[in-house]
């Protein structure tokens, strides 16, 4: 089965860029019809999607997050990006890696069934 697994710094400074790696194994992030998923989970609220990128390279975000969301891809490391800019306190939370069919999660919150796998997640804190 597929595997995901993300990285990161655990404490980014508020301001900064947090930048976070997924890496896969087990499975393509070209493979037809799958989107590559972020999503987060700050302390003690619900899950909230943060964005995804396709199987062709395309790319959505939540619209509260876009203009300080970027994601990416690196084919030849089967890997998946995400920077997120200008961060704050309520930036705090366990980021996840996710792959599914879901493209976009516009309205409500993401579940864990919406998704085929999932990584472990990381927790990131930001703070002085």
């Known amino acids: 089965q597929v595997q995901l697994q993300e990285s990161g710094p655990g404490l980014v400074l508020p301001s900064q860029t947090l930048s976070l790696t997924c890496t896969v194994s087990?499975?393509?992030?070209?493979?037809?019809?799958?989107?590559w998923n972020w999503i987060r989970q700050p302390p003690e609220k619900e899950l909230e999607w943060v964005g995804s990128?396709?199987?062709?390279?395309?790319?959505h975000y939540s619209p509260s997050l876009k203009n300080r969301t970027s994601i990416s891809r690196d084919i030849a490391k089967n890997l998946i990006t995400l920077d997120l800019k200008s961060v704050t306190p309520e930036d705090t939370a366990a980021y996840y890696c996710?792959?599914?069919?879901?493209?976009?999660?516009?309205?409500?919150?993401?579940?864990?069934?919406?998704?085929?796998?999932w990584g472990q997640g990381t927790q990131v804190t930001v703070s002085p």
């Open positions: 990128i396709g199987y062709s390279g395309d790319t």
């Open positions: 996710a792959v599914g069919k879901v493209k976009a999660i516009i309205m409500g919150r993401p579940s864990r069934s919406q998704f085929d796998y």
């Open positions: 087990r499975g393509s992030i070209t493979a037809d019809n799958v989107y």
